[in-house]
């Protein structure tokens, strides 16, 4: 059974940190991402990162703030969010790629969705 877990989301203060982690079973995921949803805007590009960690991607809302990261021997990624904004509040999630490989920021290149978890960042 392919599978997506995120963990790590909360509330925090604005300037505040929080660190994402998603778990991948199931399968080997060539390239992972991140997404976000906030009430009443369309699903966001966050960040990306490819297999071997070389290339990454961020949306520019995020850029200097959150890094990316993986690790293949746990079949992991994460995302370090730091500087926290109230609009950084929003639904994560993860997302996974079998069929491509590379730095994917189209949700529709992904194959794999995590159930998501809350970011809410209070100011």
């Given at each position: 059974?392919?599978?997506?877990?995120?963990?790590?989301?909360?509330?925090?203060?604005?300037g505040?940190?929080?660190?994402?982690?998603?778990?991948?079973?199931?399968?080997?995921?060539?390239?992972?991402?991140?997404?976000?949803?906030?009430?009443?805007?369309?699903?966001?590009?966050?960040?990306?990162?490819?297999?071997?960690?070389?290339?990454?991607?961020?949306?520019?809302?995020?850029?200097?703030?959150?890094?990316?990261?993986?690790?293949?021997?746990?079949?992991?990624?994460?995302?370090?969010?730091?500087?926290?904004?109230?609009?950084?509040?929003?639904?994560?999630?993860?997302?996974?790629?079998?069929?491509f490989?590379?730095?994917?920021?189209?949700?529709?290149?992904?194959d794999?969705?995590?159930?998501?978890?809350?970011?809410?960042?209070?100011?």
């Open positions: 059974q392919v599978q997506l877990v995120e963990s790590g989301g909360g509330l925090v203060q604005e505040g940190s929080l660190r994402l982690s998603c778990a991948g079973s199931g399968l080997t995921f060539r390239s992972y991402g991140w997404f976000r949803l906030a009430p009443g805007k369309e699903r966001e590009f966050v960040a990306a990162v490819s297999w071997s960690s070389s290339a990454t991607d961020y949306g520019d809302s995020v850029k200097g703030r959150f890094t990316i990261s993986r690790d293949n021997a746990k079949n992991m990624v994460y995302l370090q969010m730091n500087n926290l904004k109230s609009e950084d509040t929003a639904v994560y999630y993860c997302a996974a790629a079998v069929r490989g590379g730095v994917r920021t189209s949700l529709n290149t992904y794999y969705w995590g159930q998501g978890t809350q970011v809410t960042v209070s100011s």
